[in-house]
């Protein structure tokens, strides 16, 4: 069994580092206090493989990465593209990643969906081909559409992700309309499940008309209660599942270090397999 707590991104999060810490020197010391990250500029743009080659570099062998798929990958850009077009593009992103799959490190291929990317059968479609064309790595699978769990859907929904292998993401989430979803806590790959927590910031989560919607977003820092209650819930899962991984993704704020913290210490784990910690001289 094996749980491993990390955060979305390596780095805005001051209280992990110290005042005088390089750009450049973040993921080195992350990787101190975590053994797992999610690339989020991969949503961005295809990384260079030279990235993904330093990375590898500045995290001990044990560290694993949760890549996010290219946004233009999952729709976002709302283009259309030909099936050699998709093909091809795909090819691009599967190259980049390549350090990270041939090192083992690859925690999951992260294809989170647009709120727009409902069930219908030309998205299951989408679906089908995408792991077709990524056979080889372990796919994870967000929605951000409430119809794929809608009563009449669910199990059809979670039958299919068990047919072909993919991770489900499990998310908590604000109950914002139809592109939230709810929590469902059922696995369905063989070895993993993914967990998310985008903290409960209901009035943030749309937009609403505010341009700063990003920044409050995932404003919200997890109370003990919750995570108690979360502890407990990964207690049950680790029973359907040998390998979760949990991902604090609540930090408009600032809040998700702390919390992956607590979260840790609730769990009682302790991390062996981390990069040495940068001591201060100073404290005694």
Known sequence: MSIQIGLTGWGDHPGLYQDQIRPEEKLASYASHFPVVEVDTAFYAIQPITHYQKWLKQTPDRFS????????????????????????????????????HEAGQINALLFQFPPWFDVKKEHIKKLRMLKEWLEPYPLALEFRN??????????????????????????????????????????????????RFHGRNVHGWNKNGRKDWRKVRFLYRYNEQELTEWAERIRTLEQQTPYITALFNNNSGGDAADNAKQFQELLEINYTELNPRQMDLFQF
């Open 146 to 195: 409430r119809t794929w769990f809608d009563p009449q859907y669910k199990e059809q929904t979670l039958s299919f992700m068990k047919e072909h292998e993919w991770i489900h993401t499990i998310c908590d989430e604000p109950q914002a309309g139809e592109g939230s979803i709810p929590l469902v806590a059922e696995p369905t790959h063989p070895t993993k499940t993914l967990i």
């Open 65 to 100: 990465f949760v890549i996010k798929a290219f946004q233009q990958l999952t729709g976002h850009d709302r283009k259309s593209r030909s099936v050699q077009e998709a093909r091809d593009l795909v090819k691009r992103y599967e190259e980049s990643i390549q350090p990270v």
